[in-house]
């Protein structure tokens, strides 16, 4: 594993230890505390010659908190698809990925935040109907989420994941758009 994915790991590990000791106080803001979140997915991808659209949906683990309107947090996330790219009886078809991201944004509303994430996910990927390869992504993304009730919100989120894998061939780059619910806790 490069240094870099190691550090990022380790951010993410800091922030959740960070968050798990900040949440033992009141929460002043409704996104402070921890969260459990469902989602489903629709991504386009591309991958050389190789182009095509798919869906997924997922779980996820987070913790975030706002300080001065500064929206923090780290969120752990599994998601099972069935993403495939395909041209002239090629194929690479994403099964599932697990990741973790950071997320730094900044509360615009009382029931409103936006922000950006970066995280690194691991996926497994089904090659022309064979075997299955596992590959490393660096995703990026923008995300937006409004509160519905004292625990619930709706949020959505855009991304780009950049799949890198010495036994891919041709390493995908995926667009996502996910919608999802979290509780808040």
């Not at 690479?92 to 697990?98: A, E, G, N, V």
Request: cysteine-free; overall charge negative.
């Amino acid at each position: 594993m490069n240094t870099r994915i190691k550090y990022m790991i380790g951010a993410a590990a800091s922030l959740a230890i960070f968050g798990v000791s900040a949440g033992l106080a009141k929460a002043d803001s409704a996104f402070d505390g921890a969260t459990l979140g469902i989602d489903g997915a629709a991504a386009y991808g591309s991958a050389d010659d190789l182009s095509g659209f798919g869906y997924g949906g997922g779980a996820s683990v987070g913790y975030g908190q706002v300080l001065d309107k500064t929206y923090t947090g780290v969120e752990l996330r599994g998601e099972l698809s069935n993403h495939e790219l395909d041209d002239d009886g090629a194929s690479i078809t994403k099964r599932q990925s697990y990741g973790g991201a950071v997320k730094v944004g900044r509360q615009v509303a009382p029931d409103t935040i936006v922000y950006g994430l970066v995280g690194y996910e691991r996926g497994v990927f089904e090659v022309d109907g064979g075997s299955d390869v596992w590959a490393n992504g660096i995703r990026s993304g923008l995300g937006f989420e409004k509160v519905l009730t004292s625990d619930v919100s709706v949020k959505t989120e855009g991304s780009y994941t950049r799949w890198m894998s010495n036994a891919l061939d041709d390493s995908p780059n995926e667009f996502g758009m996910r919608l999802g619910l979290s509780y808040r806790y």
